[in-house]
């Protein structure tokens, strides 16, 4: 089983639209959740990072926390075709070392 | 956020020659430096932990005597890609982490622009 699992798309909403990006981890103790969102031939960058059980917000980010199910996703609110990119998952693992990626969803907004 | 500089930005080499990118954190500084590998429409995958003053901690089928880290100080680790080989044409990203991060807020990694390695 791969450590950070992502759905590879691609993902297609309208302009406008919610998209939902979903991500599982298997380590249990894993304690910081990154999502970065990566365009073609450039390094990726963050959009948010959460460490606790539940919601967080940030302008039409919000990113969802559940360490029971071990699954964390976000959600774009108000979708744009600029946010048309891979959006990767990160996972902190145990002893808060190694930050370790899922391959990455992407995602298609169509004006 | 913090800034974190990689030069060069593209490379283009011969075969079984040798290829050294630089990684910088240019307004903080780094215990720990990452190098990921990206294959085309693939995620990154991590090839070693960069430790200053230490020996980088190398993943598993990553040949440390062909990938040299260098991590002489606080704000520089470098890569060498040793006898380059065309199947070793990747994008080489490095990422930083905070002297400080000990808590769960403050272990975000900061990433370099990134390396285009052909080697033809």
């Known amino acids: 089983q791969k450590e950070v699992e992502q759905n590879s798309g691609p993902l297609s909403v309208p302009e406008g639209a919610i998209a939902s990006l979903n991500c599982t981890y298997s380590?249990?103790?894993?304690?910081?959740f990154f999502w970065y969102r990566q365009y073609s031939g450039k390094s990726p960058e963050l959009i948010m990072f959460i460490y606790s059980n539940g919601d967080k917000e940030d302008g039409r980010f919000t990113a969802q926390l559940n360490k029971a199910s071990q699954y964390v996703s976000l959600l774009i609110r108000d979708s744009q075709p600029s946010d048309s990119a891979t959006y990767l998952c990160a996972v902190i693992l145990i002893g808060g070392f190694k930050t370790i990626f899922g391959a990455g969803t992407r995602l298609f907004v169509k004006a | 956020g913090a800034v974190v500089s990689q030069h060069p930005s593209w490379v283009i080499c011969k075969s079984g020659t040798s290829v050294k990118i630089e990684c910088r954190s240019l307004?903080?500084?780094?215990?720990?430096m990452f190098w990921y590998r990206q294959f085309p429409k693939q995620s990154l995958m991590l090839m070693a932990t960069?430790?200053?003053?230490?020996?980088?901690?190398?993943e598993q089928g990553v040949e440390k005597d062909k990938f040299l880290i260098n991590h002489a100080s606080l704000t520089l680790s470098t890569l060498t890609v040793t006898s380059a080989h065309p199947e070793d044409s990747s994008f080489y990203i490095c990422s930083a982490r905070r002297l400080s991060s000990r808590t769960a807020e403050d272990t975000e990694a900061f990433f370099g622009q990134g390396t285009r390695l052909t080697v033809v």
């Open positions: 307004d903080f500084q780094a215990t720990t």
């Open positions: 960069s430790n200053e003053g230490s020996k980088a901690t190398y």
């Open positions: 380590d249990r103790g894993s304690q910081s």
